[in-house]
């Protein structure tokens, strides 16, 4: 293929693109806490007060002062005076005297002079008026001090963490009700290809819908950017370049799939060098599907040029983009992906100096959890909607053999 | 605790939920496609037509007969006829005769009379009349059939599908721009306790903010979902009932997180075994955290008695409504959890009988993966932001020792 000049290994491509995209800092927006699950949090959250901000008991029981504890048990009680019952939700009316116990519920304010809880199941009740205690109890047992969840001050959450259902929780608890979260990257989406028609339109003998446009925005849509189409456009430089233009100016960066043939991909990447500087970083890619990717930077900004093929297109979306929306968000490099461990059903043989990328279908079987590879002659996009994981063939291997051991990426 | 008459283990009590629940069948709406990711297909996805629904070349070639390639060699290359390009995007207007080849690119349409395309590579330029073919190629070579990925009729999605980028790709090629999907579950969210006030206000002393509705709302927005808040309600029978009916009267199942005290927790069940038939099916569950749940069904639908605590709260929402909402969506039960194998870095000592799930820490360092197991007095919101795993450590294990691999699962 005359256009590749030189194949580079996909991690040295992901690296380059990366280093080539200036560090201009987060760009930020205030929103309601209740609407920030999967957005990214910004600066890092300080705790305006400590938690709890009372001394809380953690069981239902009796407050008391410890040191009148000190050699009860079963067969030599401690006897205490029952006082008032702690009310849940205001502070206590009273003060502990020693040889009292105050009633007090999970959650419930530990009155003055208390510094302990004896739980309910470790008391015996003789009247109104008395109970016995069963058990000793250490000063601070069963109570949560103040300060003891979070202290004022303190750095809770850190920027760059991905708020769940927890940081949403953790945020409230302080009050927290709104939160500067990471602006969402705005991502230009151009689907090239004469042949390329509208999914709403019934194509021509020879045309196919438009596949990519919607598959690649779903993918960053769900990895936290804001996907922005552009539409279909023909093979052809001067309306690539217009809408090309257009999209780098309005987005924080541009997807582009290019159209099918190599004419089409030499058009694609002819346009993306001449967008800005630096350019061009990398033209192809030793991966399998995928080799004839295209990464740029223009104007500061990651242009990329996919593979016009649905399947190469998701798959190196995922290796290439989702990375650098990761790193718009400010979230961590090394952070997780799940997977699985997976037997392997078949050998899968791969050309050693070539990384290769295998839809597996996972399937529970009495054997325990099997990988299926999906094989398919040219990737077609239904092969991939039957596929539930990615294997990862290095490139320094020749194949895996059936019975490995194998880590599948879930997707 | 005199309030615990039995604990369920928590896989028996997930399984006499799930089979109280009835059978209803799936509530299912029609939406746009492009708006469908994270959404469950609702009916069988039938191709109304085959793809390809013309034979595409899947490289850039020349189109031929393949008969006329059979002996061709590097030494005797065989001669053929350069007649018209295929175009992009529109049927050939020629018909290939023998002894001619016809340029051809990716995705393009072979011309009758064609039944193989030679790759660009093993051909050579002789004049514009005139190409070289190196190598013999077979029937169908480097071509898609028409319906070779898939046929008309054929069943391409299943019900029951979470829609996936690859999914939305597949809908478009079919020209499905509106889909079938699982109607969200509603759920309604109640938090009680006298003690709890909305986030956005300052807590007096002995007050604490909710938390609960909020994370427990991300999380079933998050798992597929529609979460309806319906307040803070005091420890107290007829409000809680009040409200509590018309919850189960808006939505598909209801939770409600239980004031922290035994005398709420008392007012929670005796509600919940009052809204209706068949009742209260488990009250108390031997895992820790959240030994005081209760699981009912009334009047058909599901009803939950969280812990007040929001750890607890989350951990058992995960582990019981979580299942809950896949059912309702008709999600494949064995569905894949996402988990990484990792070491942990401490003993772990566990009480046997009881199911415990312990809040993890997944480090990448020098030697692999490290869980590290977050500890607490007390079951700390703030904690639980620390923790990006759980660990389970099942009734029969009396727990688990620093270095061992253990299967953390991904939130």
Same mark, same amino acid.
């Given at each position: 293929m005359p256009e590749f000049l030189?194949?580079?290994?996909?991690? $040295?491509?992901?690296?380059? /693109? =990366?280093?080539?995209i200036p560090a201009n800092g987060l760009v930020s927006e205030i929103i309601e806490t209740v609407h920030a699950l999967g957005r990214v949090i910004a600066q890092d959250i300080i705790a305006p007060h400590p938690l709890p901000t009372f001394p809380r008991s953690t069981v239902d029981g009796f407050a008391v002062y410890s040191d009148d504890t000190f050699s009860a048990s079963d067969s030599q009680p401690v006897y205490l005076s029952r006082v008032s019952e702690v009310p849940m939700g205001t502070a206590p009316s009273f003060k502990l005297a020693p040889a009292q116990a105050a009633s007090i519920h999970t959650g419930g304010m530990l009155p003055?002079?208390?510094?302990?809880? *004896?739980? =309910?199941?470790?008391?015996?009740?003789?009247s109104e008026r008395e109970i016995e205690i069963l058990r000793p109890v250490a000063v601070g047992e069963n109570v949560i001090k103040i300060g003891e969840d979070v202290e004022a001050g303190q750095a809770v959450i850190p920027q760059g963490r991905l708020i769940r259902p927890e940081e949403i929780g953790g945020l409230m608890a302080l009050g927290l009700t709104h939160v500067q979260v990471v602006k969402k990257p705005r991502v230009? *989406?151009?689907?090239?290809? $004469?042949?390329?028609?509208?999914?709403? +339109?019934?194509?021509?003998?020879?045309?196919?819908? $438009?596949?990519?446009?919607?598959? =690649?925005?779903?993918?960053?849509d769900k990895a936290g950017g804001e996907s922005i189409q552009y539409g279909i456009v023909p093979d052809e430089s001067e309306s =690539?370049? +217009? *809408?090309?233009?257009?999209?780098?100016?309005?987005?924080?960066?541009? #997807?582009?799939?290019?159209?099918?043939?190599?004419?089409? @991909?030499?058009?694609? #990447?002819?346009?993306?060098?001449?967008?800005? +500087?630096?350019?061009?970083?990398?033209?192809?890619?030793n991966v399998r599907p995928g080799k004839p990717t295209i990464l740029a930077v223009?104007? $500061?900004?990651?242009?990329?040029? /996919?593979?016009?093929?649905?399947?190469?297109?998701?798959?190196?979306?995922?290796?290439?983009v989702i990375p650098v929306i990761d790193h718009l968000l400010g979230l961590p490099t090394d952070r997780l992906h799940p997977s699985v461990i997976a037997k392997l059903t078949t050998n899968l043989p791969s050309q050693a100096g070539q990384e290769d990328w295998i839809a597996i279908r996972l399937v529970?079987?009495?054997?325990? @959890?099997?990988?299926?590879? *999906?094989?398919?002659?040219?990737? /077609?996009?239904?092969n991939l909607c039957e596929a539930n994981g990615l294997l990862r063939i290095p490139a320094n291997s020749t194949g895996m053999s059936a019975g490995d051991a194998v880590e599948v990426l879930l997707p």
């Open positions: 030189k194949l580079i290994p996909p991690d $040295d491509a992901k690296r380059l /693109l =990366l280093q080539n003055d002079g208390a510094d302990a809880v *004896i739980m =309910l199941e470790y008391t015996q009740t003789v230009g *989406i151009i689907s090239c290809g $004469d042949e390329v028609v509208s999914p709403d +339109k019934l194509p021509e003998v020879g045309q196919v819908r $438009d596949i990519n446009s919607y598959s =690649l925005a779903a993918l960053i =690539l370049m +217009k *809408i090309a233009r257009r999209a780098l100016i309005e987005c924080e960066f541009v #997807v582009i799939t290019a159209g099918s043939s190599a004419s089409a @991909r030499d058009i694609t #990447v002819t346009v993306i060098a001449s967008l800005g +500087k630096p350019g061009v970083l990398v033209h192809g890619v223009c104007d $500061d900004k990651p242009v990329f040029g /996919l593979p016009g093929n649905p399947v190469s297109a998701l798959v190196i979306a995922r290796l290439f529970n079987s009495p054997q325990g @959890r099997m990988a299926e590879p *999906i094989f398919g002659k040219s990737n /077609l996009i239904f």
